[in-house]
């Protein structure tokens, strides 16, 4: 099973945990985590459902390429971790 993170401060923003979820991609995890921790997808998808602006998703230390669709592969032994991204000057 895939692995989903997210950084302290986006967990304890929205009460989202970690957790391991069958998916074969980026949306399917999500979409699993978001069932059972809903306020949480507001603050990583826009309402388009696309990754918001200022939201890094990445699988195996690679960023994701879909930030749209999502639709980058999972194997069962990916570890998906989501963190705010840092910006500003």
């Known amino acids: 099973m895939a692995r989903v993170d997210f950084t302290p401060n986006l967990a304890r923003q929205t009460a989202i945990a970690s957790r391991e979820v069958s998916a074969e991609t980026v949306r399917e995890a999500l979409e699993a985590l978001f069932r059972e921790f809903p306020a ?39 570890v998906v971790f989501v963190m705010q991204a840092l910006s500003g000057g």
């Open 40 to 78: 949480a997808r507001g603050y990583v998808l826009d309402d388009q459902g696309a990754t918001r602006q200022h939201v890094a998703i990445f699988v195996d230390g690679e960023a994701v390429k879909d930030r749209i669709g999502l639709s980058d592969p999972l194997d069962e032994n990916s």
